[in-house]
């Protein structure tokens, strides 16, 4: 079975310095990845997917993340964080075969400090 | 603009109540989910659904029960609601194949009291 681990359940960063959230991975077969982000007392909002050849991926609000094959991870970077990005975020994965469900990280609470 | 519609954003309930929550896709998606979020415990999958009527438990389905009479409309049923189930609940739906991800609801906060 497919597992996520993310390194680091509260992470916090100055406005204006990277944001670099950790995903690993278990699994031999590259699966597909998907960062979501989770504002408070909201649903989980899809920021960006892995799911083809291009490893280096762009989502919305300028993060990106690039699948790394050899280290198993899906890591989550933003080069300049702002205030509005504070939130939770989830790494979550799904097998390329038939499985039809995600596999959540448990989250990162990122906090943005001023 | 696709969508997954709670029926709730807030809701409060006494113990020994039924509750139901709604949850609605516009999407035509398969796959529907009931997933409820605590601090610290992350996500956790209540039940599940690959096909109308159908129906599987997820990881802590004791205390829920949950209907899918409809392709785009799967509730939530709290037979008795108690003060351990106050929670957020979230719903989620999905097309079969993996490569889409989910697309969630906004979040039911439900407080038991």
């Known amino acids: 079975a497919q597992s996520v681990t993310q390194l680091g359940s509260h992470v916090s960063v100055s406005e204006g310095a990277l944001v670099l959230l950790r995903c690993n991975y278990s699994?031999?077969?590259?699966?597909?990845l998907f960062w979501y982000v989770q504002y408070p007392n909201q649903g989980l909002q899809l920021l960006l997917k892995?799911?083809?050849?291009?490893?280096l991926v762009k989502g919305i609000n300028g993060f990106e993340a690039e699948f790394k094959k050899s280290e198993t991870s899906f890591h989550l970077t933003k080069p300049s964080a702002h205030m509005r990005d504070a939130a939770e975020y989830f790494c979550?994965?799904?097998?390329?075969?038939?499985?039809?469900?995600?596999?959540f990280g448990s989250g990162t609470q990122l906090t943005v400090l001023p | 603009d696709v969508k997954v519609t709670q029926s709730s954003r807030y809701l409060v309930k006494r113990t020994g109540e039924k509750v139901f929550l709604e949850c609605v896709q516009d999407?035509?998606?398969?796959?529907m989910f009931w997933y409820r979020q605590d601090p610290g415990l992350g996500l956790r999958l209540i039940y599940f659904?690959?096909?109308?009527?159908?129906?599987e438990k997820g990881d802590i389905p004791e205390g829920y029960s949950v209907s899918r009479e409809k392709k785009e409309r799967f509730s939530l049923i709290l037979e008795s609601a108690s003060t351990n189930q106050t929670s957020m609940y979230l719903c989620?739906?999905?097309?079969?194949?993996?490569?889409?991800?989910?697309?969630f609801g906004s979040g039911t906060r439900l407080t038991v009291v």
């Open positions: 999407m035509d998606h398969e796959n």
């Open positions: 659904s690959y096909d109308v009527k159908m129906k």
């Open positions: 979550a994965v799904s097998d390329r075969g038939s499985a039809r469900q995600l596999t």
């Open positions: 892995y799911t083809s050849a291009a490893t």
């Open positions: 989620a739906s999905s097309f079969s194949q993996g490569n889409y991800g989910y697309t």
């Open positions: 699994s031999s077969v590259p699966p597909y």
